[in-house]
């Protein structure tokens, strides 16, 4: 794998990140500034996604913003290093997260703390390898509302038989890190009502989704970073019209109310985001738009690939 370095820094509206460094080619991993943390997005594959999953899309939304009934998405975790610890958030499917770990010289072994977005598979699958602890000094930080949906037995049985694989999946990871779960409730923004969760991190609520779905805020040197998980998965659309939701949103009316409030909340703060089914590079600026709704402007890569 061979690794390109840009040979200046990016211009900015925000200056809170930075790209430093493209580790693969493929478009695998990139890395960020965040103050004194490094960010890099670990990408298991840039793919496209399906019209039909959308929630309140008129015709004419569909025309304007899906006109050939696709839109690009992604399925992404990320790793910050800090200069205390090695953080993972979210663990993708785990098809190539250990691959991107290693592309950046981190093993397992070097992940200490794991913050959980949601239990979905596509974000707990490299938790377990050939069925065991893949990350064996790390405690996992999940919301205290996310953990009781997925391990309660009554949620289980509300659900078609045919669906109830993914508690399965989330009760064997519960099994396999037992004791290593750090549960806690989100707050809406980052301040008096959410404590932090460790030095320069804070979970922000956005539920609905799943119902304790959770983002996470990065604070370092002044500069900020929110990683949203799943707040959107169709950002063509769902960005100019954030009153469209997906049909796997356990809570699609919670899931829009969360959507518009923490993109409300990244535009007015001029926070930078980062997301799980955001396409390459997967991180950018929110903005409000004049024609209502909102805009993402990626950040731009300058690697010449």
């Not at 519960?174 to 320069?200: C, I, M, Q, S, W």
Request: contains cysteine.
């Amino acid at each position: 794998m061979k690794n390109l370095f840009l040979s200046a820094m990016l211009a900015l509206a925000v200056p809170a990140a930075k790209v430093v460094a493209q580790e693969q080619s493929e478009k695998n991993v990139i890395t960020f500034e965040v103050g004194d943390f490094l960010v890099s997005t670990l990408s298991e594959g840039q793919q496209r996604g399906n019209g039909d999953v959308l929630i309140g899309a008129t015709p004419d939304m569909r025309q304007k913003y899906l006109p050939k009934g696709t839109y690009p998405n992604a399925v992404n975790a990320f790793l910050v290093r800090t200069p205390d610890q090695t953080v993972l958030i979210d663990a993708g499917f785990g098809r190539k997260l250990f691959d991107n770990l290693q592309s950046l010289g981190v093993s397992v072994g070097q992940v200490n703390t794991i913050l959980l977005t949601h239990m979905h598979g596509d974000h707990i699958g490299g938790l377990l390898r050939d069925g065991k602890v893949a990350f064996p000094n790390a405690v996992l930080y999940i919301s205290q509302a996310e953990h009781d949906y997925w391990t309660s037995d009554s949620a289980m049985q509300a659900v078609p038989e045919n669906r109830r694989g993914g508690f399965q999946q989330v009760r064997r990871v519960v099994a396999a890190y037992k004791d290593k779960f750090r549960l806690f409730t989100p707050g809406e923004a980052a301040g008096t009502d959410t404590p932090e969760l460790f030095p320069g991190f804070w979970g922000i609520a956005a539920y609905g989704h799943t119902p304790g779905h959770t983002a996470y805020l990065l604070e370092s040197a002044s500069s900020r970073l929110l990683i949203w998980g799943d707040l959107t998965h169709a950002m063509s659309i769902q960005m100019p019209c954030p009153e469209v939701a997906v049909t796997y949103d356990v809570d699609y009316k919670a899931a829009i109310e969360s959507r518009r409030r923490l993109l409300e909340y990244a535009a007015k703060n001029k926070i930078p985001a980062g997301g799980m089914h955001i396409a390459y590079p997967s991180i950018g600026n929110v903005k409000a738009s004049s024609k209502g709704g909102y805009e993402f402007e990626e950040f731009c890569t300058c690697l010449g690939l």
